[in-house]
């Protein structure tokens, strides 16, 4: 195990059962650390990335998931949910991203310690 696992703060989000759960499309919205951070299914894994537009305040995860792409609901900007990058105007900053793991069917997060 590396130091830097050793010292890796994975948080529960989630059960697996609750992204199975949702519709095409959406993200599940959970709040850890007093961070808002978005569950994004795509391609049989889970990205997280922070809920919060970095162009203005409105959440990712009540836009739609297309793909790799997650579309805010209020200016249309896109962020690629496996990095957090921004993909199209009026974005252009990131948000950030978090490394995710499924273990025994819960959604676990690595938040900054
Ligand atoms: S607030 Fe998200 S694109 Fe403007």
């Known amino acids: 195990m ?6 890796t703060n994975w948080v529960v989000a989630a059960s697996i ?13 959970v709040e850890l650390g007093g ?6 299914p795509f391609e049989g894994e889970v990205y997280a ?9 409105a959440l990712l995860s009540e836009g739609y998931l297309d793909g790799c792409f997650i579309e805010c609901p209020l200016h249309q ?6 990095d ?3 993909q199209s105007a009026p974005v252009t900053a990131p948000v950030a991203s978090y490394r995710v ?7 676990l997060v690595a938040l900054p310690s």
């Open 35 to 40: 961070t808002a951070i978005a569950l994004c």
């Open 49 to 57: 990335i922070n809920d919060v537009c970095s162009h203005g305040a």
């Open 2 to 7: 590396s130091g830097t696992e050793e010292t």
């Open 17 to 29: 059962s609750d992204i199975d759960a949702l519709e095409e499309g959406m993200a599940l919205s």
């Open 77 to 82: 900007g896109l962020f690629d949910v496996r």
């Open 84 to 86: 957090g990058s921004p």
């Open 101 to 107: 793991k499924v273990e025994d069917g819960k959604v």
